[in-house]
């Protein structure tokens, strides 16, 4: 033991801190390789799909700034602050007086975040700006910011999504006018101005109220009561001055009452939400702050007060509890009481739910991109990792194991990447039209002329990506997490969180739950392809048969002679399952028509990406996606001695064991019954 020094808390061997680089970065004039100046090279790939070539100044400037923005100290600081420092409720004022002023309290860390995004412009890219040219998809660029900043925002994205899923609501009636709700048009004109403002000072989030306890996706069973007021009821209001929002426009002529048991955005502007009316369920816009009727000489010194220095409450808005979540943290989720909320009907009564589907096509893809934005950053951080970290006296970027594991989820991440900017960018077609957005781009090729084309495109594949992107990017994080051995499993919040995965993994484990768990994008994708309404015609051949076959007519079939024959294969075998399997068994099988639709979908974007430049690491990330989706040839669905009955019999075996066999009998009976 002579000459064997002890280490010690100040000596001895210490690990280096990996150094994460920007995610985007500016190409270099004259570079040969316009995508290897960024650490996130399909990023820079996908925009250079989507987006004019070369990529426009201000986005181009906007995108390399901000990837530096979302990894500077104090941002972090912010992260680790919003996660740490967790919003609480007050219910009450000092003498047992229910606080309707500021009863929720939420960190610095949170609102500093929110202020960065606005900023930022995670909602506003998305909609006209003032200077900013229309001859691109805006879509792209916004999601794009995105998805430098998931990694960073600690969720502060959720009350952007909803914000964001409400502007495209209010813009469709931006054009409507007051009918029988006196001041609704303008106030709607201001909100949907306020929800898409670059600017701080001005800008509004939005909540979007749906879940009640009776249910999460289904809100046919909603138990929220709207009514009209009476005239005298308006009358009173309008005496005690109790008529105007915080900002002085009118309140609706409405009273919402009701339960909502999950509230992502309980400190926003102002809510849509669903309610119960004499003609069904219905749409609703309510300002979440009122005016008192108090003036600011005779108000409580307690109460709070906004610019025009008029004090203000709550809008019937209770708040019950917080919820504690596994991740999320800094994110004020709550279960709210409402109770004579001034509200505005959306639209026309009875049409909540049509009214509302616009949102849930923004707030999925925005679940989906928040599972791939945070992968992107735990495998950034995987990858900063494996260049200083030594194992056995040689750093993991020698490890062939390591290096080939590695490997494996970064081809995963890029599939996803390309699965979600697909959707982002069929989204924006939608809105400015395919040749606003496609003209002098490669995307001119995989965005269909046909509008009809995109918005049926568009529907189908929303619910896919949800639904695999935000799956993949639970186990791709978690693989990340691995990779940093017990480094990883910690919750690193010193030098700044940047190595924090375990942050990562228990906040994008929300996605695949969030706006509709995986089974609910299931159905809502046989929906499409099954459609009852549509008789002899195949729904998935027109809409998706017709976009694969011409997206795959561009690819290289000297680089992909293989791979082309098994998508061809495997898109085969989903047509079959969808054409040939009746509706019962179709909606048992429903995640295999999701793992269906995003192998052939993703696998064609990947070989279409890489026979743009025939770059040799986006060729080979295309053969490996293709290899890990191809079916053996002679595993056809059409299996003729296949006994359904017996097969979901076996499920409930395995899953319930055999105490649950006395219930087997009934169950296939029902089952067959059906068939």
Known sequence: ?????????????????????????????????????????????????????????HIQSHLHN???????????????????????????TTFGEENKVAPL??????????????????????????????????????????????GSAA???????????????????????????????????????????????????SGQWMTERTGGSDVRGTETVARRLTQSELDADSVARRDKDAHGQPLGPWTVDGFKWFSSATDADMAVLLAQTDKGLSAFYAPLRRQTGLSPSTAPSTLTTQASDVPTEMNGVRIQRLKNKLGTKGVPTAELELKGMRAYLIGTQGQGIKEISSILNITRLH?????????????????????????????????????AWMAGETVKYHANAHLLFLGVALLGASEQSQPAVASNTPSATIIPQDATAVANLLRLLTPVAKAQCSLNAVSGVRACMESLGGVGYCENNEDGGVMNLARLLRDTTVNPIWEGTTSVMAEDVLRVVKNPRVKNKNVLDDVLGTWLRTVLAAVS?????????????????????????????????????????????????LMFDATLDQDEIAVAVARR???????????????????????????????????SSAADASLVASLQAKL
């Open 105 to 150: 309290r939420t960190s610095e860390g949170w609102r500093m975040l929110k202020l960065i995004e606005t900023k930022a412009g995670v909602v506003g890219y998305g909609y006209p700006q003032s200077g900013i040219p229309l001859e691109f998809n805006r879509r792209v660029h916004q999601y794009a910011t995105l998805h430098l900043w998931h």
């Open 66 to 92: 901000f990837s530096r923005l979302v990894l500077s100290p104090s941002t972090l600081q912010y992260t680790v602050d919003c996660d740490t420092d967790l919003p609480t409720i007050h219910q009450l």
């Open 625 to 659: 996606y293709v290899k890990s989706i191809a079916l053996p040839r002679h595993k056809l669905y059409s299996d003729r001695n296949f006994d359904f009955a017996a097969e979901v019999r076996l499920d409930r075996l395995i899953f319930l064991g055999r105490s």
């Open 155 to 205: 969720v502060a994205t959720c009350p952007m999504a909803m914000t964001d899923g409400a502007a495209a609501l209010l813009r469709r009636h931006i054009d409507d006018s007051d009918g029988d709700q006196p001041g609704r048009a303008k106030v709607l004109r201001d909100s949907y101005s306020r929800l898409v403002s670059l600017d701080p000072e001005t800008s509004w989030t």
């Open 1 to 57: 033991m002579a000459g064997l020094k002890a280490s010690s808390s100040s000596s001895g061997f210490f690990q280096a801190l990996p150094k994460v680089p920007p995610q985007y970065s500016s190409p270099e004039p004259n570079s040969q390789n316009k995508h290897e100046a960024s650490d996130d090279a399909v990023l820079s790939r996908v925009l250079s799909i989507y987006l004019p070539s070369p990529l426009p100044q």
């Open 557 to 605: 079939s000297d680089l992909f002679k293989i791979e082309l024959d098994i998508v061809q294969t495997r898109y085969r075998a989903l047509n079959e399952l969808v054409r040939d399997t009746d509706s019962v068994q179709l909606h048992w099988r429903g995640r295999e028509v999701l793992d269906h639709i995003e192998a052939v979908v993703s696998a064609a974007l």
């Open 367 to 403: 679940t989906a991109g928040g599972g791939t934005g945070t992968l992107a950053r735990a495998l950034a951080v995987s990858r900063a990792y494996t260049q200083v970290r030594k194992v056995k006296g040689t750093f993991l970027s020698e490890n062939p194991q390591h290096l």
